[in-house]
């Protein structure tokens, strides 16, 4: 559980290390927009509006693009089919359980790949009844995953008991929080500021457009 903790502070230590070409504030990210519109949030261009923009425009990149990755842990056991990810999530990355090595102390961990395949490949893989079933205790059982409505499942059905549960780790894209106050900033990757400024600009200035025509 030490190396896992130290390896999720490590990721977190790399995002906030991350430099940014644009300011990621909410006010930036406005302001910003709104210079290179010459224009500003007056009249029928309100802040509510622009704030809206911006807020759905960060949505839009990250249901387009791999722009947020964040890390899960889940206690798997058997006696829940499904197990809930996080609100935020949108897309998986990959599956690890975290096993022990089989030293004599029984510490040192080990993360082993589970394959996450799209629910409706499950008939392809699992064609016969025996590859469906499962034997309680047996590690090399639960080598698939997939996921619906976020929910994590497994093929063939979790195998440890409520009282020895299973450890894993997931990797996955999100959608950013919804930004509010003026110094909130977006999580996004650097690398698709550029393409959420586009979004931003190419929104207000539709909503410029309109207002010009009444």
Known sequence: MKKLIFIILLLACTAKAQVYSIN????????????????????????????????????????????????????????????ALNSDFLRIKSVFRIDRFGDLSNQQKIWTPINYVPYDSLATIFNTPKKNADDLGDTQDLLTSYIWNRKLYFQPLNY????????????????????????DSTKIAPEYMEELMALIEIGIGDLGKQVRKQ
């Open 160 to 183: 440890k008991p409520t009282s020895d549960p299973d450890s894993f780790v997931v990797f996955y894209y999100a959608r950013d929080v919804q930004l509010v106050a003026g110094t």
């Open 24 to 83: 990621p504030s909410f006010d930036s990210l406005k302001a910003n927009a709104l210079a290179m519109l010459n224009s500003s949030a007056s009249g029928n261009v309100t802040t509510a509006k622009v704030n809206f923009i911006v807020n759905m425009s960060i949505g839009e990149i990250c249901d387009a693009f791999p722009a947020l990755e964040k890390v899960d842990t889940l206690i798997v056991n058997r006696s829940v089919d499904g197990h």
